[in-house]
């Protein structure tokens, strides 16, 4: 009768630390979750700062001075000059550096 | 005009005049349009005074500009397109500066060939060398941009 009733204290106790151990088990679980969505916040704000700044860059271009359209028109015509010399001078005397040769046209420095 | 028309070298100087009898003088004021692309090509213009400007549309911040192409002076040849299918103009002509032409057309210079092969012959290799030239310059300058894009675009 006594080893009937040590036994069951064993089994009991053996159920107790069985369900303490798996409490302590799905406690863990259960507080990882409850514990990522801290770490998130800080995501979404590094993400939402690097979107920020990418934003900020796309959005404010270097400022370019924008020539006027006369100026612009003649600077593409002293560009086609320019250009039309520097192959007339290839075709004179073709030589690959006379064909890479670089003109002080503005449209291309 | 001084000397041949680049049109009518190696001609004699009696087939010279009968081509250039062929043709009516017009004077141009400066900005004057002598023919506009895409319309028909009936005839053939030697330039004897002034620059002749050709031009191809292009657009430029949203707007359509007539861009510089090449510019012909005393001497060349413009509007080539006269001899050659299928008779439109490619290209845009504007008078520089006052100028003056000797327009030919098209249809008189053919039966002129017709009537004398060896000028026609004659003037058919002057025109293919004008036009042989600008295809070498503008492969030239085509060259020169498509490196520039590679080296803008590749760097």
Same mark, same amino acid.
């Given at each position: 009768?006594?080893?009937?009733?040590?036994?069951?204290?064993?089994?009991?106790?053996?159920?107790?630390? *069985?369900?303490?151990?798996?409490?302590?088990?799905?406690?863990?679980?259960?507080?990882?979750? *409850?514990?990522?969505?801290?770490?998130?916040?800080?995501?979404?704000?590094?993400?939402?700062? *690097?979107?920020?700044?990418?934003?900020?860059?796309?959005?404010?271009?270097?400022?370019?001075?924008?020539?006027?359209?006369?100026?612009?028109?003649?600077?593409?015509?002293?560009?086609?000059?320019?250009?039309?010399?520097?192959?007339?001078?290839?075709?004179?005397?073709?030589?690959?550096?006379?064909?890479?040769?670089?003109?002080?046209?503005?449209?291309?420095? | 005009?001084?000397?041949? %028309?680049?049109?009518?070298?190696?001609?004699?100087?009696?087939?010279?005049?009968?081509?250039?009898?062929?043709?009516?003088?017009?004077?141009?004021?400066?900005?004057?349009?002598?023919?506009?692309?895409?319309?028909?090509?009936?005839?053939?213009?030697?330039?004897? &005074?002034? &620059?002749?400007?050709?031009?191809?549309?292009?657009?430029?911040? $949203?707007?359509?500009?007539?861009?510089?192409?090449?510019?012909?002076?005393?001497?060349?040849?413009? $509007?080539?397109?006269?001899?050659?299918? %299928?008779?439109?103009?490619?290209?845009?002509?504007?008078?520089?500066?006052? #100028?003056?032409?000797?327009?030919? %057309?098209?249809?008189?210079?053919? #039966?002129?060939?017709?009537?004398?092969?060896?000028?026609?012959?004659?003037?058919?290799?002057?025109?293919?060398?004008?036009?042989?030239?600008?295809?070498?310059?503008?492969?030239?300058?085509?060259? &020169?941009?498509?490196?520039?894009?590679?080296?803008?675009?590749?760097?």
């Amino acid at each position: 009768m006594e080893m009937l009733l040590m036994g069951a204290c064993i089994s009991v106790f053996g159920l107790a630390v *069985a369900c303490l151990a798996f409490g302590a088990a799905t406690r863990t679980e259960e507080r990882s979750p *409850a514990l990522q969505p801290q770490p998130q916040p800080a995501v979404a704000k590094a993400a939402a700062k *690097a979107r920020f700044f990418v934003d900020a860059v796309r959005i404010a271009p270097p400022a370019r001075p924008r020539v006027p359209i006369e100026a612009l028109l003649l600077q593409i015509e002293n560009h086609v000059r320019l250009e039309q010399a520097a192959a007339e001078s290839f075709l004179q005397a073709p030589t690959p550096a006379l064909l890479h040769s670089r003109t002080i046209s503005p449209l291309v420095n | 005009m001084n000397g041949q %028309p680049e049109l009518l070298k190696g001609l004699t100087p009696e087939e010279t005049e009968k081509v250039l009898a062929l043709g009516r003088r017009m004077t141009l004021t400066s900005g004057a349009e002598l023919f506009h692309l895409g319309t028909k090509a009936d005839t053939l213009y030697l330039v004897t &005074r002034g &620059r002749i400007k050709l031009t191809l549309p292009m657009q430029v911040r $949203g707007r359509e500009e007539d861009i510089l192409v090449e510019e012909r002076s005393a001497g060349q040849t413009v $509007g080539w397109s006269a001899l050659t299918p %299928p008779y439109q103009f490619t290209l845009t002509a504007t008078a520089l500066v006052q #100028s003056e032409v000797l327009a030919i %057309p098209g249809d008189a210079l053919r #039966s002129y060939f017709a009537a004398s092969p060896a000028a026609g012959c004659a003037i058919s290799l002057n025109l293919a060398a004008v036009i042989g030239q600008r295809l070498q310059l503008f492969q030239a300058m085509w060259l &020169r941009e498509v490196e520039r894009m590679v080296e803008a675009r590749c760097a």
